[in-house]
């Protein structure tokens, strides 16, 4: 009678052993034929972004990883920036009260009558966009938004992508972690191209 | 200035302001307003700051890791039997998981990442995660739940802790013990819906690794681990859903730590060791009454379990409501819905948001119905698993194993080892 027992119980044991195996391997079986052999990363469509700010605040490392990115090529090396001066300024100088960029993270440079150069300090940007949002309905919309991968760690659930009013960030490839405004085609190129 | 050349400077005016104005309502345009000028003092132009991630190849480096810790822990668990070398190898986990790899990803929050990739055809998972998922359940289903003992960098932190741990009442500990299940339900269908990610959200110790967090966050942490000191692992008991998973392995599992090498002398040191109170005592032999007294309850029981998942769905589905506002659009649908005069508030960024992308009130209105209605369904699994989680508890009170030593549980034990050094029984 014992035995009997024990031997019942071993039986029970292993079948379920078994049906446990085979339900996790089922899961991941069926996980692995969705998967994608690639590793992604978070990044902000810079077409999509609508400058509200919460990129600054809203990233869980107290460094925001977005960061102002100046896309050179689309730039017009303009005196009277958009993106560095506050509307409505009396003299084009660098003065502190001048800046639109809280923390002066911009650098000016004169390049040659009459184009200027500007350069983003990257350790002083936090991400608020402020300047994004003056060249974007200023200027070329060159300076935009992105997630420097040195600084993000690449959370299971973007803390930012979920604040993101816009729904600007989404997954890419890890091989091309950056979406540089001239450097990619959107996804939808009529939505955008179009608009004009 | 003839009259001639005034009119032609004004039209000259009007059409420059034509244009610029033009040009300003364009402003999705990514026509330059203002081209690129071509250098004469031969500037080179710099290009745009863009770091690359970690590479790929790492990502693998962490599965090695993973399985080379759980292999470790496996043995030192089972054949070494050594609670020091399972306490080193938890300070290493707690180092690389941890500090190093910044508890991203781990086992816990990569139940969500399955769930949405298996309701969202959309979502591709990588590889790594998928693994990290399965790997740490296969070899609780050989081994027992080492993972959580030694690998499992939330678990040792809290293991690492524990002072002074007082003992918590049975019925207490099999009420809290229903906290998990809920937990686990609710990640699922927030995760499957593709609303948020509670688990990550919501991970007290992440910003120990990360070096800061949000206040809250902080302070979840803090409250975590001092109550660690006296309810040893409290996440792992009370909250993690993984553990959920890994106790079915573990309960199941092939081979599981013993507390003693040998013959057990029925000494009850051991029971003294467990700081998680997860060591069943000896059973006495129980009457002939008894028995059938019990069999008769553990029948009615059984019989009652349909009608715990039938309440439970019922239950559950009535507040679908309440849970759906967890997605977004539902959430800003239901917003607008009873206070419309938002839509004049410009303050409000999500709204304001929402009115300037040109989508219609009845598009959003027509999105959010259709998550409502997923949350309806996932609702009713969600309250029908938790019937059924509470009936097989009330049932198994009557279901008397037969014990003649003192033995670990093993859906709850950790396999931390304190009871196999405290056993005096050595070979």
Redesign the interface.
Known sequence: MGDKKVNRRDFINSTMRLTAAVAVGGLAGMAVGKSNSGQYVWQIDPFECTQCGRCATECVLSESAVKCVHAYDLCGYCDLCGGYFKPGVKNLETAAEYQLCPTAAIERKFIEEPYFEYVIKKDLCIGCAKCVAGCTSFGNGSLHLQILHDICVDCNECAIARACPSDAIRRVPADDPYLIKGNFSPDEPAEWVNKS | MTNNQRNRTILNRIVFILLFSMLAI????????????E???G?S??????????A?GI?YLDVLVLVLALSLASWLAIRKRSRKGLMWLSVFSLLYFGFYR?G??CSI??I???AL??SD?A??????I?LF??LP??FT?FFGRTFCASVCPLGVLQDLVIVKPIHIKPWLQKALGLIPYIYLGLAVLLAATGS??II??YDPFIGFF?M???FTMILLGVVFVLMGLFVARPYCRFLCPYGVLLG??S????SHLSITPAECIQCKLCEHSCPFDVIDEPTEELKHEEKIKNRKRFTIFALLIPVWMFLGGLALSGVHGFLAKAH?DVYLAELLIKNPGLKNDTEN??V???L??GKTMEQLVSEASVVKSEYYTGSWILGVFLGLVIGVMLMNQFIVRKRTDYEPNKTGCFSCGRCMDYCPVKK
Do not use: H
């Not at chain 2, 402003?27 to 000028?37: G, H, I, V, Y």
């Open positions: 364009s402003s999705f345009a990514q026509t330059q307003r203002f081209p690129k000028p250098f004469e003092t500037y132009q710099p290009s745009p700051d863009t770091p690359e991630p970690r790929l990502e910044l991203c990803v929050g990569a969500q990442n399955v990739t298996l055809p979502y591709a998972i990588s590889i790594p998928i998922f399965v359940l296969l289903l948020d990610f990550c959200r990360r800061g967090a949000s079915w392995m309960r199941f599992s092939k977004p960024l999500d304001q948001t929402f300037a992308s």
